[in-house]
T-cell receptor
Framework: GENVEQHPSTLSVQEGDSAVIKCTYSDSASNYFPWYKQELGKRPQLIIDIRSNVGEKKDQRIAVTLNKTAKHFSLHITETQPEDSAVYFCAASGAGGSYIPTFGRGTSLIVHP | DGGITQSPKYLFRKEGQNVTLSCEQNLNHDAMYWYRQDPGQGLRLIYYSQIVNDFQKGDIAEGYSVSREKKESFPLTVTSAQKNPTAFYLC????????????FGPGTRLTVT
């Protein structure tokens, strides 16, 4: 089955800096890669996703890049703000037509004011 | 927040008792899921259901049971056979035809003593 590795497990930055979280996946047939943000005690919420037919997608201060050859994808947050502090999860799905996602273990992002 | 609800938010039980967690959605989603979340472990899939009256085991189904009698509802029972039931439980739903985004409920924090 699919295996998703996510790094780093913890990321600490100063407000205004950029943050990058990286994930690798094992099944080259996966074709959908979402990112979820989970604030403390709250539900995960989809913040951005990318499909395998594009290499990059942006939404204001966040962007996701996908390298299908290397089987890795990354979340980029620019001009970080304290409210960006949360746990971020990547996931991969779509291999063999399966919509069941395999999640990474999460990255705790701390933005210091 | 997506039309998927879970109740109760907090639940306390004595060891040896079965407990049922509720999950309801009004998004007309076909698929529903149950995840368990422990610190540092990400999201682990317990059970999922693609259609009414059908469900499949996920990665950590032992000690849990589910039913899917209605499209809108997917209750999870944590049985006394579950060795370490204290955790944060998240329900999610999605379409299962070409659209992979998952929407999460607010979660139930179960404490068993």
């Amino acid at each position: 089955g699919e295996n998703v590795e996510q790094h780093p497990s913890t990321l600490s930055v100063q407000e205004g800096d950029s943050a990058v979280i990286k994930c690798t996946y094992s099944d080259s047939a996966s074709n959908y890669f979402p990112w979820y943000k989970q604030e403390l005690g709250k539900r995960p919420q989809l913040i951005i996703d990318i499909r395998s037919n594009v290499g990059e997608k942006k939404d204001q201060r966040i962007a996701v890049t996908l390298n299908k050859t290397a089987k890795h994808f990354s979340l980029h947050i620019t001009e970080t703000q304290p409210e960006d502090s949360a746990v971020y999860f990547c996931a991969a799905s779509g291999a063999g037509g399966s919509y069941i996602p395999t999640f990474g273990r999460g990255t705790s992002l701390i933005v210091h004011p | 927040d997506g039309g998927i609800t879970q109740s109760p938010k907090y639940l306390f039980r004595k060891e040896g008792q079965n407990v049922t967690l509720s999950c309801e959605q009004n998004l007309n989603h076909d698929a529903m899921y149950w995840y368990r979340q422990d610190p540092g472990q990400g999201l682990r899939l317990i059970y999922y259901s693609q259609i009414v009256n059908d469900f499949q085991k996920g990665d950590i189904a032992e000690g849990y049971s589910v039913s899917r009698e209605k499209k809108e509802s997917f209750p999870l029972t944590v049985t006394s056979a579950q060795k370490n039931p204290t955790a944060f439980y998240l329900c999610a739903s999605s379409f299962n035809r070409g659209r992979y985004e998952q929407y999460f409920g607010p979660g139930t924090r179960l404490t068993v003593t």
